[in-house]
C-alpha cells in the first residue's frame, strides 16, 4: 500500500500542487466574496474565514461574483481529474480548516 502511494505522489509534482493549491485558495477567496455580496450573514464579516482576502475585484451584483465563482470550480474541477486520493483528502482536509 505504501509503495503505490509513493508512487503516486512522484506523479504529482511540487508545483503540480503549488498551483492547485493556489487555485483553491483563489476559489476560496472568490466564494467568500460572493456570501458577503450576496447579503445573507449579516455579521458576515465576523464569519468569514479568509481575513486577507485578495480579491480585489468589484462585484456589482451576487450573480456576477457567483459566475465568477462557477468558472474558478469548474478550473478547479479540471484540475483535479485523475490527481491520486492522498491529495484529493489532503485539499479536503485544507477545506475544513
Known amino acids: 500500500m505504501?509503495?503505490?502511494?509513493?508512487?503516486?505522489?512522484?506523479r504529482l509534482?511540487?508545483?503540480?500542487?503549488?498551483?492547485i493549491h493556489a487555485?483553491?485558495?483563489?476559489?476560496?477567496e472568490v466564494?467568500?466574496?460572493y456570501i458577503?455580496?450576496?447579503?445573507?450573514?449579516?455579521?458576515?464579516s465576523s464569519r468569514k474565514q479568509i481575513h486577507d482576502?485578495?480579491?480585489?475585484?468589484?462585484?456589482?451584483?451576487?450573480?456576477?461574483a457567483e459566475n465568477v465563482f462557477s468558472v474558478n470550480l469548474f478550473g478547479f474541477?479540471?484540475?483535479l481529474k485523475n490527481r491520486p486520493?492522498?491529495?484529493?483528502?489532503e485539499l479536503k482536509q485544507e477545506f475544513y480548516q
Open 13 to 19: 509534482t511540487a508545483y503540480e500542487k503549488k498551483v
Open 77 to 79: 474541477r479540471l484540475e
Open 23 to 28: 487555485i483553491f485558495r483563489d476559489m476560496m
Open 36 to 44: 458577503e455580496k450576496s447579503g445573507h450573514y449579516a455579521d458576515w
Open 85 to 89: 486520493p492522498f491529495f484529493l483528502e
Open 53 to 64: 482576502n485578495n480579491v480585489k475585484r468589484q462585484f456589482v451584483s451576487p450573480e456576477e
Open 2 to 10: 505504501k509503495k503505490q502511494q509513493i508512487q503516486q505522489q512522484k
Open 31 to 33: 466564494l467568500e466574496k
